[in-house]
Nanobody, 122 residues
Framework: VQLQASGGGLVQPGDSLRLSCAAS????????VGWFRQAPGKEREFVAA????????NYSDSVKGRFTISRDNAKNTVYLQMNSLKPEDTAVYYC????????????????WGQGTLVTVSS
């Protein structure tokens, strides 16, 4: 499966942004999808994940209550709605996919998109 992340940009603290992860190739509905991010000089970290059917989600503590992950399998797309953005959310955001159950560590994922940059700054 091929993944294409988009929707990043420059926003101010408190603003909202929605990222999209469009998939092509194999049957996307068989795959759990996660979002990860990597800030300059830091390790890649888990942000959120959604099960293959969309019924279960998981979030890191740092984004819980502010970010929402969802998916539309008819459109082969997963979304990450980010509200109340903070400067510490600045990073390159990656979407990733794996068959079966979602995970919260990046080695669990087999397919990766190219990343989209989110910058939160006043």
């Amino acid at each position: 499966v091929q993944l294409q992340a988009s929707g990043g940009g420059l926003v101010q603290p408190g603003d909202s942004l929605r990222l999209s992860c469009a998939a092509s190739g194999r049957t996307f509905s068989f795959y759990a999808v996660g979002w990860f991010r990597q800030a300059p000089g830091k390790e890649r970290e888990f942000v959120a994940a959604v099960s293959w059917g969309g019924g279960r989600t998981n979030y890191s503590d740092s984004v819980k209550g502010r970010f929402t992950i969802s998916r539309d399998n008819a459109k082969n797309t997963v979304y990450l709605q980010m509200n109340s953005l903070k400067p510490e959310d600045t990073a390159v955001y990656y979407c990733a996919a794996r068959r079966g159950q979602y995970g919260s560590t990046w080695p669990e994922y087999d397919y990766w998109g190219q990343g989209t940059l989110v910058t939160v700054s006043s």
